[in-house]
């Protein structure tokens, strides 16, 4: 019998729970993320790993972490999961070009990584529910920088006992990832647009997930609250399946031996996805540096290099605007294991992050985040990324991962570390087709999204994705629009909460 993995928050109180509870709830309710109380080893060799399929690897990394759901369990998520949804058997390729390997995490239903975590989320939350026996329907409540909300839509349409409410900032993300959201059926979905960018999205639903009063009446009515944001475990742990998935396909192909270390580059923003990374080298997979890739807002870079967190600074609406973030929440979480678990030290810097918009490490934590590379890429040298890989290669990468390629080749010149390296390729170039082909031909600038995939098909070699084919004749089903201050009123209005 395996030793049950408990969870325990951030800001250190409520104790531990078990992994079902961390899911459900979602955040902790002291405000704080759940982590795990020790990071487990994964003790297989990595020979024996690199003979795994995707889902049988996937089997193997959440049973660590998720110890109070039988393998049975698991197995049954995962297959549910990572089905024939994705378009490729391997669900995750590792491709090369340019002396770059590119692990392509965007072949699910919608077209970028957040499909990876949240293809399996919907089940993971149904056998939390069961195992809690809590009876009610869970409503889960996200913000979105334009992709996660989709994938979550997609996730959880049409499941029963479950609501879905995803709030997106109406003018900051991408022709195609609105039309994705707005479009969306299913009698259980909800998208609403808001007058403000992704952090007022975040800060609004964090706002109402540690709400005693509003928790208390949601219960009453027979609703719990719950996230499809990276906030959630359930989210995070998926994530580190594929960092294991890359690194063993590197090993399989033979561009490199067991053991070897490669480096990771990952397009950044909420710091989900590169935290998965930190959790997979922690647990022994050998990665050497994890190169965070930001875009012009760059709060990372500054962060990184200097120990402080300024989030008193503009804010660029961008052409990777799933990157647009200024408050990184999973952040916290890599504070709570540099701070070597000192919960106190962390409520004080999110304190001081929540009052005064900045926050300073002291030298003895920074030096503890030596693990960690950072770089940013401007709106023009992320253009011109995705111009010389396609010149050089014919590769046409989106300009989410473009900034992670421009990032990697600014830091193998500055550092002259020339260690293999991983860049993560968080969505398909249909995604935005725009941005990437008028950063090849200034001639496509300010054309309709829609009109051009025929066009991305011709440069690419690869045809219109069914996920993206005729995303313009469906009907918009969701036109509501709030402010921040009126969204905690908007989900009321939908969960009928007025009046008792
Ligand atoms: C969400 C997203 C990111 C940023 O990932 P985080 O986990 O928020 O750091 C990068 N690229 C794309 C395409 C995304 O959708």
Redesign the pocket.
């Given at each position: 019998m395996m030793k049950q993995l408990l969870y325990k928050s951030t800001r250190g109180e409520g104790g531990v729970v078990d992994a079902a509870a961390a899911i459900l709830q979602g955040i902790a309710p002291d405000g704080g993320l759940y982590v795990p109380a020790a990071i487990p080893a994964a003790a297989w060799p990595l020979e024996e790993l690199a003979q795994l399929t995707y889902q049988e690897l996937a089997c193997r990394i959440l049973s660590l972490y998720f110890t109070c759901f039988s393998r049975e369990e698991i197995k049954e998520a995962v297959n549910k999961a990572y089905d024939a949804k994705f378009a490729v058997p391997e669900i995750a390729p590792l491709v090369t070009h340019n002396n770059i390997h590119f692990l392509e995490l965007?072949h699910g239903p919608t077209l970028?990584?957040?499909d990876m975590a949240l293809s399996i989320l919907p089940h993971l939350l149904k056998l939390a529910a069961e195992k809690l026996g809590t009876g009610k329907e869970i409503v889960i409540l996200t913000a979105t920088?334009?992709?996660?909300g989709k994938a979550a839509l997609e996730g959880f349409a049409g499941v029963a006992g479950t609501r879905i409410i995803v709030f997106f900032p109406q003018h900051g993300v991408s022709e195609v990832q609105k039309r994705q959201m707005i479009t969306q059926t299913g009698d259980n979905t909800h998208v609403i647009g808001i007058e403000g960018n992704f952090d007022d999205a975040q800060s609004g639903v964090k706002a109402m997930f540690t709400d005693e009063s509003l928790r208390r009446r949601l219960d009453s009515h027979g609703y719990l609250f719950s996230s499809a944001n990276?906030i959630n475990i359930g989210r995070l742990v998926p994530?580190i399946v594929y960092y294991y998935w890359a690194y063993l396909q590197l090993v399989r192909k033979g561009a490199i031996a067991a053991g070897e270390a490669v480096n990771m580059v990952?397009?950044?923003?909420?710091?989900?996805?590169?935290?998965?990374a930190w959790y997979a080298r922690s647990m022994g997979l050998p990665l050497a540096r994890l190169i965070c890739a930001s875009n012009s807002n760059n709060v990372l870079f500054d962060f990184f290099t200097t120990g402080v967190y300024n989030r008193r600074r503009p804010f660029y609406v961008t052409i990777?605007p799933?990157?647009d973030?200024l408050v990184?929440s999973?952040l916290e979480r890599l504070l709570y294991h540099a701070a070597g678990e000192n919960s106190q030290l962390v409520r004080s810097w999110m304190e001081d992050l929540a009052q005064k918009g900045v926050y300073t490490l002291p030298p003895e934590v920074q030096n503890r985040l030596n693990a960690f590379a950072a770089g940013y890429a401007s709106e023009e040298e992320t253009k011109e990324a995705i111009r010389s890989l396609y010149a050089a290669s014919g590769y046409l990468v989106?300009p989410?991962?473009a900034v992670g390629v421009f990032v990697l080749e600014k830091y193998r010149q500055e550092s002259g570390d020339s260690l293999p390296a991983v860049v993560?390729a968080?969505?398909s170039p249909y995604?935005f087709p725009g941005a990437v082909l008028s950063a090849l031909d200034p001639q496509f600038a300010g054309q309709d999204d829609f009109a051009l995939f025929g066009e991305l098909a011709k440069v690419t070699g690869i045809p219109v994705p069914p996920a993206a084919a005729g995303l313009e004749k469906r009907p918009v089903v969701h036109t509501t629009v709030c402010r921040r201050e009126e969204m905690q009123q908007v989900v009321e209005d939908i969960l009928g909460l007025a009046g008792r």
């Open positions: 965007f970028a990584f957040k920088s334009g992709d996660t990276s994530q990952v397009p950044t923003g909420n710091f989900g996805n590169i935290l998965a990777s799933s990157m973030i990184s999973n989106d989410h991962t993560a968080t969505a995604k």
